[in-house]
């Protein structure tokens, strides 16, 4: 519902980076970070995670986080999820020491639209062990879109989470929080998925994906999202829509990476080799293909 009004919205208010033949970004989305329990599904594939981040990191990304990286339905207290996942914080910091940290609110965490908790959370954190405030995310500022636009062609890529328009997930996000914080968190120790969500719910899932295509039809600019966790890349005779998927599959963690004038979908995951040992490799799962391709306007 509204789901026009509200891409619309998003792209009107968006966070614009120009970008040329040079510019390296890689979109992840849909962590959900939790607190280290049981009903945390990214713990499972921190060590993926965290072995792309630093790849990335050496190479020179700028790393987009898409939405829902924190889970703060299950969660709001971000301390617990910055203490369960020091690590993955720490990667951030050096992202965001050298200003290649692009962070996005999506649904479930969409407290970090608030500046105030923003300011209290993620530019400092304070330290029990010290008793005393260090610097964490300096000036860090999530937003709710961001538009990557070369100004030469005119090629524009807008990225959001993928929540807007989608009912449950947007204009009525308080109540489903609270089904969310007070009995599908308990829920997902068992394997049991909240109804609510697109993510086992595929009629929910193919027409929030059917409403996103109308809107990339009608105002010709591609579109980068999450939400669904199904990683979608365009094929030939398609619009150019594009989903992240997510990083709590099981044993694996998708991606989208834009890189010297291409972009891919790729998937980071652990695979044995032929000694047994356990190794974190990336396959390119969709594309590579040019980014001027999806130059529709």
Not at 96 to 101: A, D, K, T, V
Not at 134 to 155: H, R, S, W
Not at 214 to 222: E, F
Request: proline share 3%.
């Amino acid at each position: 519902m509204r789901t026009n009004h509200r891409l619309m919205e998003a792209y009107k208010n968006a966070r614009v980076e120009s970008i040329d033949q040079n510019s390296k970004y890689i979109f992840f989305s849909d962590c959900h970070r939790g607190d280290g329990s049981p009903s945390d599904e990214f713990t499972k594939n921190q060590i993926i995670y965290l072995y792309a981040l630093e790849y990335y990191y050496k190479n020179g990304f700028v790393y987009v986080e898409a939405g829902d990286g924190d889970e703060l339905w299950e969660h709001k207290r971000f301390k617990d999820i910055k203490i369960a996942h020091h690590d993955v914080f720490e990667a951030f910091k050096k992202f965001n020491s050298e200003n290649r940290l692009i962070m996005l609110y999506g649904n479930h965490n969409i407290y970090l639209k608030d500046e105030n908790y923003v300011k209290k959370n993620l530019h400092e954190f304070y330290d029990d062990y010290k008793a005393s405030c260090d610097e964490f995310l300096k000036g860090i500022q999530p937003c709710g879109a961001l538009l990557l636009k070369n100004q030469e062609t005119g090629l524009e890529f807008l990225t959001v989470h993928g929540h807007q328009g989608d009912f449950t997930n947007d204009q009525l996000w308080f109540f489903t929080m609270l089904s969310v914080k007070y009995f599908w968190r308990f829920m997902h120790s068992f394997g049991l998925k909240n109804p609510a969500s697109p993510v086992k719910n595929a009629y929910k899932r193919h027409k929030i994906e059917k409403n996103y295509v109308q809107w990339i039809k009608r105002h010709r600019t591609a579109l980068i999202c999450g939400h669904t966790h199904r990683f979608k890349f365009p094929r030939p005779h398609e619009l150019p829509y594009f989903n992240i998927g997510s990083c709590i599959y099981p044993s694996s963690i998708t991606g989208i990476e834009i890189s010297d004038g291409m972009i891919q979908s790729v998937r980071w995951r652990t695979r044995c080799n032929d000694e047994g040992i356990l190794q974190v490799t990336k396959r390119v799962i969709r594309g590579p293909e040019p980014l001027e391709k999806f130059n529709i306007r």
